[in-house]
T-cell receptor
Framework: EAQVTQNPRYLITVTGKKLTVTCSQN?????MSWYRQDPGLGLRQIYYSMNVEVTDKGDVPEGYKVSRKEKRNFPLILESPSPNQTSLYFC???????????FGPGTRLTVT | DAKTTQPTSMDCAEGRAANLPCNHS???????VYWYRQIHSQGPQYIIHGLKNNETNEMASLIITEDRKSSTLILPHATLRDTAVYYC???????????????FGKGTKLTVNP
């Protein structure tokens, strides 16, 4: 079954404690991206990757890092989380950059 | 990418067709119309997309007017599980100046009632 998985699904952490949210897809898609969703602001793109070792900033990259060492994985790293990064995070994949995108189930992050 | 306008909310009776409109009066000739939906806090789900012709798949039908300035997503037999926020997105191919990211507006909150 084609799917995008994210882990963890829920996380409560404290300011400054590094964390990683993983994203994995089994569809052999080249394009992957991260979005965050906040009330009243909708979905905003954080980072995207067009292929292995190719990543670029989206609209709200500050405070986040990503890496793409393998095609199937695209982890989102928060080196020093802050309360304003409390949000619902989605990973998305696409066979091509402008194709239809398939989203993961989401990770709800709370930073206290 | 062109902007879209959708009603804030709609209601539909279970088993009836749900017709969700979208205006995109500034759409360019190379821009596609995409529909996604998001069921409460789940990841957005791709539904359908089209350029000029009407499209149908197992989930829905997409009707695009001849002048392409508006479209309608049709869920032929709505169920309670179709209650969600539906997003209409207009997007050009990357090779023709389109953005690689999806720009979600506020969408239409569809409530399917028993």
């Amino acid at each position: 079954e084609a799917q995008v998985t994210q882990n963890p699904r829920y996380l409560i952490t404290v300011t400054g404690k590094k964390l990683t949210v993983t994203c994995s897809q089994n569809m052999n898609h080249e394009y992957m991206s991260w979005y965050r969703q906040d009330p009243g602001l909708g979905l905003r793109q954080i980072y995207y990757s067009m292929n292995v070792e190719v990543t670029d900033k989206g609209d709200v990259p500050e405070g986040y890092k990503v890496s793409r060492k393998e095609k199937r994985n695209f982890p989102l790293i928060l080196e020093s989380p802050s309360p304003n990064q409390t949000s619902l995070y989605f990973c998305a994949t696409s066979r091509e950059r402008a194709g239809e995108q398939y989203f993961g189930p989401g990770t709800r992050l709370t930073v206290t | 990418d062109a902007k879209t306008t959708q009603p804030t909310s709609m209601d539909c009776a279970e088993g009836r067709a749900a017709n969700l409109p979208c205006n995109h009066s500034t759409i360019s000739g190379n821009e596609y119309v995409y529909w996604y939906r998001q069921i409460h806090s789940q990841g957005p789900q791709y539904i359908i997309h089209g350029l000029k012709n009407n499209e149908t798949n197992e989930m829905a039908s997409l009707i695009i007017t001849e002048d392409r300035k508006s479209s309608t997503l049709i869920l032929p037999h709505a169920t309670l599980r179709d209650t969600a926020v539906y997003y209409c997105i207009v997007r050009a191919p990357l090779t023709q100046g389109g953005s690689e990211k999806l720009v979600f507006g506020k969408g239409t909150k569809l409530t399917v009632n028993p």
